[in-house]
């Protein structure tokens, strides 16, 4: 199945994106309504809140007053994190319990409002974010549920800004237009990327790669950031080095629109047998096929390897599995670590890049490993190492 987290800050039209998903199709967890669950009356959860807060959070039909508790910890960092504590972990395995009774091919959708503020990011195959403009939020918390300004504010204030948010979007949906509009945005999304997503997921197979040479994306390092936290997690309690490398890593450097990443293990045969399964089921299946690297200078062999790639059609990837301390390994740090150091050759691959994909449009300006640049750029590199002191 495939585990899509869906948040956006209060106000923002998160819920309306919710409902149009499980029109779609989506098995819908919603966290507030689990939230709620988790402290109706007579359970643990309600207990422990008025042992915390006292009674006063207490309606008079002994229900929790939420707005009377939501006046409390929206005020108080300390208060806020105490309820946290509190209702977090119930909601979480409450939450678990509901995705394992969906079928095997779901599109599980978590309507999480506090996703990125738990840290919840890379527990998902893909965030979704709904943003919508501050004064359109304030405009619908005031006409929608009654809420003066300052509250309003105040909530908004308690959570996560806009720019973190976007930091945690795979998928991000604006909502300052219409419903209409949220709804083909919605519709897109559902169909262009979360259906095939499943799909690739349960099929362990890897989405198409655009060859495209594009513009240097200040996003990638980003991009790259949400991925190795997704890889992170998938592996965890291993920690293993990640590394983002190629291209997209070296800023100001035209590329295609694929991001590299390095992932050290022991050995290639460790990483078979404990990690390419973890890494399928997080949405990284295995490329099939024999994989390695050309080594240079050329005409020594080859650099035995593992490669991965995204199941995401919004997000291609090439994971490259290599152990730690081989030539390989140690060459495509080498490679990204100078051309990031050195403007002059940063340029001169830039040039050579552009020559090739006029000259062969259909190579995309991707070098093969064959071209005699690449010697020639080892050279180099292991001269600025050598006087640098660099090390990988």
Do not use: C
């Amino acid at each position: 199945m495939l585990m899509v987290g869906l948040t956006g800050g209060i106000g923002s039209g998160k819920s309306a994106v919710a409902r149009r998903l499980a029109e779609r199709g989506a098995v819908l967890i919603d966290a507030d309504r689990i939230a709620r669950e988790v402290v109706a009356p007579d359970t643990p959860g309600l207990a422990e809140i008025v042992e915390s807060f006292s009674s006063r959070v207490l309606a008079a039909d002994g229900t929790l007053d939420r707005a009377a508790l939501g006046a409390i910890v929206f005020a108080d960092e300390a208060a806020r994190r105490r309820l946290e504590e509190i209702t977090h972990p119930r909601v979480r395995s409450r939450t678990a319990e509901l995705a394992a009774a969906a079928a095997p091919d779901a599109i599980v959708v978590n309507d999480v409002p506090l996703l990125v503020e738990v840290g919840l990011v890379p527990t998902y195959h893909l965030v979704v974010v709904v943003e919508t403009a501050v004064p359109i939020r304030l405009e619908r918390l005031a006409r929608d549920r009654g809420m003066d300004r300052a509250e309003a504010e105040r909530r908004i204030a308690a959570q996560a800004d806009d720019a973190r948010r976007r930091a945690a979007a795979d998928a991000l949906l604006s909502n300052d237009g219409s419903l209409t509009d949220l709804h083909a945005a919605v519709d897109a999304l559902w169909s262009g990327r979360l259906l095939p997503y499943e799909r690739n997921v349960r099929e362990r197979r890897v989405a198409p790669q655009q060859a495209q040479l594009v513009d240097y994306d200040p996003t990638w390092p980003r991009q790259y950031a949400r991925l190795a936290a997704r890889i992170r997690h998938a592996l965890a309690p291993a920690d293993l080095r990640i590394d983002h490398i190629g291209s997209t890593a070296v800023p100001g450097l035209a590329a295609k629109d694929v991001i590299d990443v390095q992932l050290t293990v022991a050995t290639l045969d460790e990483a078979d047998a404990t990690i390419a399964q973890r890494l399928a089921d997080a949405g990284f299946p295995r490329m099939s096929g024999e994989w390695w690297d050309d080594p240079r200078p050329a005409g020594r062999g080859r650099w035995e390897k593992r490669l991965h790639g995204s199941a995401d059609p919004g997000r291609p990837v090439r994971l490259h599995v290599r152990v730690a301390d081989s030539p390989g390994w140690r060459y495509a740090l080498l490679m990204r670590d100078h051309l990031r150091a050195d403007p002059g050759q940063r340029s001169a691959y830039l040039l050579f890049k552009q020559e090739l994909a006029d000259s062969a449009p259909e190579s995309a300006g991707s070098p093969t490993a064959g071209d005699p640049w690449f010697d020639e750029e080892y050279l180099r590199a292991e001269e600025w190492a050598a006087q640098t002191g660099w090390r990988p």
